[in-house]
């Protein structure tokens, strides 16, 4: 990938090396954190190095009477410059995005102030079958004249648009779009919901999926626990390979979405709940009950695999408890050093039997990682 702005804008630090050396150096450092759990080969998923990334959000700067995407400042000697740099392009977005996003400045200066009075930024959530959701954030309050100029924007860039600004939240069609990914050979459907979490790069992250199913093939009984689920990302394609699952996640939109998606995907066997890791703990260890679990036999279950994905701070001690017990565990990692840790004591009952690596963020420094581990 080739941007004009490489060495000034802040989104991509890795520009001076070329993707290989950059993949290169993430497998140097991923496998040297491994290295005292796993010393087998480790595979590397890597990503399209161009039009990958398929949520993005840009700053709107205000010159004069025109509007500009903005982003922030490249850090210098590891210290982030204050304000931004306008651009002109950014060729990390997916092409459902890039096609867009240039006409909707363009309309934006084009407009009578109602579009661009006090607007601060724009957020775009696309899918590879060309849907595209628009969120565009104010710092006044929208009114009809608002909508019926974004409405014409619905129109003019085949797109649905919102607006947001404080507590309001202006929906004109739709607040979600719908991925469809062939994982394994089938196709499932997502909903995804403009405040949701989503994995950014829909290719790699269909590689994640099915590096989990194969491990989740190895073991092809009993039933399935996952922590972090979601929208039900991993929960429905390994679904699949158990009897029964129980997923957990403690954003009641993310429950919602996670429940639209089995029905949209015909699938049964999932019982989700809405608490956090540390909930969960505490609801199978037998420690607290829960009202929210009420309808839950939790006695019913017998797991065989457990599923993590936590945020970068890793997993908590009484999680890592948790699942110590169980036979087979998936830890799907955003943070290599946090899963390393956390690998200091999985492996005082776990062996490591397979490692992974997913470039979901080419031209940065960050890296996802993967480790399926058996009980010794």
Known sequence: MNCKHFGSCGSCGLFELGYQEQLNRKKMRVSALLSPFYQGELEIFDSSDAHYRARSE????????????????MPVNGVREKGA???????????????????????????????????????FLATTTDECLITMLYHRKLDDVWSEEAKQLETDLNCKVMGRSRKQKVILSDEFVTEKLEIDGKIFSYVQYESGFT???????VKMIEWAITQAKKVGYGDFLEAYCGLGNFTLPLSHYFDKVLATEISKNSINAALENCALNGVNNITFARLSSEEMTEALNGVREFTRLKEIDLNAYDFSTVLVDPPRAGLDEASIGLISKIENIIYISCNPETLARDLETLTNTHNVMEAAMYDQFPHTKHVESGVFLQKI
């Open 199 to 205: 994995q950014p790069n829909p290719i790699v992250n």
């Open 58 to 73: 840009f700053r709107i700067w205000h010159e004069g009477d025109r509007c500009d995407y903005a982003m922030g400042k």
């Open 85 to 123: 740099i306008t651009i002109e392009e950014c060729p990390k977005v997916i092409e459902p995005i890039e096609k867009r996003m240039w006409k909707l400045i363009e309309k934006i200066n084009a407009s009578q102030e109602v579009l661009k009075k006090r607007l601060f930024a724009v957020e």
